[in-house]
Nanobody, 119 residues
Framework: EVQLVESGGGLVQPGGSLRLSCAVS????????MSWVRQAPGQGLEWVSS????????YYAESVKGRFLISRDNAKNMLYLQLNSLKNEDTAMYFC????????????RGRGTQVTVSS
């Protein structure tokens, strides 16, 4: 059974930082591109970032480029997203998924982790 468990979200002031984690079981992440997507209240899924299978190539949405950093630990079957210089508009539920930008066409399998940016 595939499980993706996101954690690390919380309430943070604008300009703050968080580190999200995604624990994966049921498949070996080292064989796949992995991604983070997010969903703000009342909005659809927005692709945030992807990382290639071995971690050599990363991709970011323009809205987060230079502020977020995606990484992975294939030995631990984990995916991470470092969120820096957070803005109010980063408030959303964050999900990790197997695949690239096309993951926004699918319903996330994890429960997500809530990031709220507010003063």
């Amino acid at each position: 059974e595939v499980q993706l468990v996101e954690s690390g979200g919380g309430l943070v002031q604008p300009g703050g930082s968080l580190r999200l984690s995604c624990a994966v079981s049921g498949f070996t992440v080292s064989s796949y591109t992995m991604s983070w997507v997010r969903q703000a209240p009342g909005q659809g899924l927005e692709w945030v970032s992807s990382i290639s299978a071995k971690g050599a190539i990363t991709y970011y949405a323009e809205s987060v480029k230079g502020r977020f950093l995606i990484s992975r630990d294939n030995a631990k079957n984990m995916l991470y997203l470092q969120l820096n210089s957070l803005k109010n508009e980063d408030t959303a539920m964050y999900f990790c998924e197997q695949g690239g930008v096309d993951v926004i066409t699918r319903i996330p399998r994890g429960r997500g982790t809530q990031v709220t940016v507010s003063s």
